[in-house]
């Protein structure tokens, strides 16, 4: 009977979830990292530009830089404001530390991995103090097809960054409306704010429906003010990136990610294709325990919790708003085309919901001991199986495309990287993006990427950029207007320097930056960008909402120990 006991406080206790996660980890990309090639995904040009931006800045001693000095061609474009970065830290430092592209791509899918289990297990954990559940939920919501789509095919970082902290906002809000506990809740949206724009919006949106279902448990005071708490400590937290984003959005127009595509709704045979043929492709949508979580709660819907009767309703409502029911062809001729840009965005809310409906039923069937380790060890082996198989099938279609080295300097889709010459090919490559551009701007696209300085009209002159926002040129003759190859975004404090001296800097009807007679002969410009007193004021509200947040934790820790 002790040996039992032993056996089941071993298999039930934290550490053994733990190291069976780090197993597991490893596991969701072994197969991929044997192949000894990276697959170059759809954004991986982009995030990649974005990681070794940050490096250079940080390694120049700029911790969070406003505009791109010194990647996407050193264009001081302000991708590096108007995209969260809080999740290209650790990769940072990690590709300071991995001196292989291949080591640091799939540690850095490990790492992910590891730390979004843990991430499921404590958010599920706090809320049900079951261990058998929140291992299942973990599990099931992180080790799948869906997550190999976000951080390989993809290699969408922000939003499978801002997946890892979903169940801390579902688990959260539902910990407030229970018990007045704010910070989970805060803590989850906040960094999925600092993680991915537009998950934070669908989330929001979650919530606020979330919120409409349970209105009449608001009416308590306590209640009421424990999600003001949330929401004010949520906005001093997020300050230090939304005020940068609302002050470039309010005084430029920015030219966003352009849209080839109108909005659609998955059909059912793309559904169905993404549950049981295991396929990654851009209609991913759920899986196969998430469809058993919706059948499920269908079947126990009479035995169902409150709450987990309102997810199941909420889930259902995001279903539908994915499919063809919906009528997206009315949207797609709206603004709304090219800021969601997919409708199956939004299947991020019946994933989480639906893998956590599954894991609760699953193990409210099995009610002892012997039925529950044995549906866990079963859920577990399918588990790893099915996201072999996903593994697999991504490998077997990409295979047989060209290395990176192969192909011309702005041939990078369907190619794959197998050396450290690829990952420096990829970084200095002439493939020239407008994202986040002045939209005044966007004409001067191939000017900017080629590093010509115009005068003149369309005269040019050759620039060689040497980081930090420093440029080398040479003219032939005085120049009475020059315009450098370096977007000018209003609301920012720049500084530029001729030759060592201060000069006025000032935007062309480009939104170029543009200075005035400059005289024959080899010139050295740097154009520096000064924090403004609304950046500074910004991360002074960060460490206030910061400290409030861990003084919250601190004080329910030693209250919780009865200190």
Known sequence: MNSKTNVHNIWCSHTFIILMFIVMSVISAAFMWHAHYVYLGDDLYFHIQRIYDLRASILN?????????????????????????????P????????????????????????????????????????????????????????????????????????LIFLPLVMF??????????????TTGMSLIILCHVLNSVIVALFLLVFAAINFRKFRDTKKLL?????????????????????????????????????????SLDSLSSAIFENVINVNYSITLAMLLGL????????????????????????????????????????????SLQFSWRLYIIPE?????????????????????????IVITLSTLLIQIGAQDNLMNSSKNYLSLNSVNNTGIQNVNISSNYSIDKLIYNKKAISDYFPTSAVSSLNNISNHWATYDKNKKIKVRSKGNGRFIFTNKKSIKKLSLPFLYYHGINYQVKLDGKTVKGYPNKNALMTINNVRKGKHHVQIIVHKTKAEIASYILSLIGLLILLGTILKNFLKKCKI
């Open 226 to 266: 424990a999600l003001g708490k949330a929401i004010i400590t949520t906005v001093l937290l997020t300050s230090s990136f939304v005020f940068s984003f609302f002050i470039f959005m309010a005084h430029n127009s920015i030219a966003l990610p352009p849209s080839f595509w109108l909005l659609g709704g998955t």
């Open 61 to 89: 001693g700029n911790w969070n830089p406003l505009v791109s000095l010194n990647r996407f061609h050193q264009t001081g474009s302000a991708v590096m404001s108007l995209y969260p970065k809080i999740n290209l830290y």
């Open 172 to 185: 959260g809000f539902m910990e407030l409306v229970r018990r007045n506990r704010w910070v989970e809740l």
């Open 295 to 338: 059948i499920l709660g269908i079947v126990y819907y009479k035995k169902l919790s409150t709450s987990l009767k309102q997810l199941l309703w909420i889930s259902g409502g995001f279903m539908i708003l994915c499919s063809n029911l919906f009528p997206w062809s009315v949207l797609a001729q709206t603004g709304l085309n090219n």
């Open 91 to 162: 990769m940072v430092l990690l590709s300071i530390v991995c001196k292989t592209f291949l080591h640091f791509y799939y540690i850095t899918f490990i790492l992910r991995n590891f730390f979004a289990l843990v991430v499921a297990y404590v958010a599920s954990y706090c809320y049900t103090h079951r261990k058998n559940v929140s291992f299942i939920f973990s599990i099931t919501y992180v080790l799948t097809a869906i997550e190999i789509f976000n951080g390989i095919k993809s290699y969408d970082l922000g939003r499978s960054s801002s």
């Open 352 to 376: 989480v919901i639906l893998s956590y409906l599954f894991a609760e039923i699953i193990m409210g069937i099995c009610k002892n001991t012997k039925k529950s380790n044995v549906a866990v």
